[in-house]
């Protein structure tokens, strides 16, 4: 099992010892380091300063928003940290929410599996450098043309030759189309509350993309990449009780009231009458009391809080359902060090 340092996107300020942290993931032997955007800290910045302080762990996004830049300038992005790092990037892609996409960025929600499509396809184009990019598709057209265009826009290569012609893309997916389209076209995918318990239900959406013609990868070779809560405590309740408040936000706050994709995962796993009653206190700004209904099983199917044993045990679950990496979160050198001594002898 590889770990993965997720240091997420920034609330009023970054955490105080990130430099610190990425210091210590490397020096632990952790595989990666990511960082997020919502609407405020950006996912590149962060990386390219740590970038330089590091040698070995890789450096992904988890998750760039496809609305925050067109394709080819996220292609750029990629291809200037993938030559800045020596080739360790990973681009991990979301489509985000209508909320937040028309909301933040002005930009169209509709049609998020073809955007995706288009989008991927968009930046290989430029990471091969084979041929001047083009697309007929309908929500990135390049060049642009017809009425309110000057009509002189051309097809183009990059200037800069790509240290790789094909960087790992991994894809933020949580609903059965978006989870089969990462496996038909993406190299890896980046599940936020995954749970070993619907493990059938994943891998039934993930064959269907496999099996596509075309499709990239096989099982063998594709990247889990999920997010974990790992708490080593003697104090179950205490932990617990700490990660309710994040997941009320998710489950409750995120989206509008009736479009939450975050929510609707919950609702897969069965609790549809925790997200209902979450949502509404949630948002009669009862934000305390919606964490404090939600029952400690819906925590410990998609985080590990629990003594060393019980940790270990439980990442090796995780293992056998198919997870090649957990991403975690830490706040101290200490947390660091423990994570890799634990989950490394799981």
């Known amino acids: 099992m590889k770990l993965g340092l ?9 955490v105080e010892n990130h430099g610190e942290l990425v210091a210590a993931a490397e020096a632990a032997g952790f595989d990666a380091v990511f960082t997020a955007e919502a609407w405020g800290s950006d996912a590149y910045t962060p990386l ?36 800045l790092s020596g080739g360790r990037h990973i681009v991990g892609l ?75 893309i991994y894809l933020g997916a949580e609903g059965p189309k978006n989870i089969a389209l990462a496996a038909e076209i993406a190299d890896g995918w980046l599940p936020i509350f995954y749970t070993p318990r619907l ?23 594709f990247e889990i990449c999920a997010t974990a809560q790992i708490v080593i405590t003697d104090d179950r309740e205490a932990s617990m009780a700490a990660i309710k408040p994040f997941l009320a936000l998710y489950m409750g706050g995120m ?3 009736d479009t939450n994709f975050h929510a609707e995962v919950y609702r897969r796993a069965g609790y549809a009458d925790v997200v209902d009653e979450v949502t509404a206190l949630f948002r009669n700004n009862r934000k305390d009391e919606a964490a404090a209904i939600i029952p400690d ?18 990442v090796r679950e995780w293992e056998a359902a198919g997870v090649t990496t957990m991403l975690v979160t830490a706040r101290s050198v200490e947390q660091i060090d423990q994570l890799a001594d634990v989950v490394g002898r799981a």
């Open 94 to 168: 979301g489509v985000s929410g209508p909320q937040v996409v028309e909301g933040w960025y002005g930009q169209r929600f509709p049609k998020p599996l073809a955007r995706t499509r288009e989008y991927v396809d968009i930046m290989r184009q430029v990471w091969a450098r084979e041929a001047p990019v083009t697309n007929a598709g309908p929500h990135y057209p390049l060049p642009l043309t017809g009425e309110g265009t000057s009509g002189l826009g051309k097809p183009l290569k990059p200037i800069v030759h790509p240290l790789r012609s094909d960087i790992p």
């Open 6 to 14: 997720q240091l997420g996107y920034w609330g009023k300020g970054p």
């Open 255 to 257: 989206g509008s009231e």
């Open 48 to 83: 390219a300063w740590w970038g330089r302080e590091t040698q070995r762990v890789r450096l992904g996004t988890s998750v760039l928003q496809l609305s925050a830049r067109t394709p080819t300038a996220c292609a750029m992005a990629a291809l200037t940290l993938d030559h």
């Open 297 to 314: 099983a819906v925590v410990e199917d998609s985080a590990i809080v629990g003594d060393v044993d019980h940790v270990r045990a439980k």
């Open 199 to 221: 493990a059938d239900m994943y891998n039934e959406w993930l064959d269907e993309g496999f099996a596509r013609p075309g499709a990239r990868r096989s099982r063998e070779d």
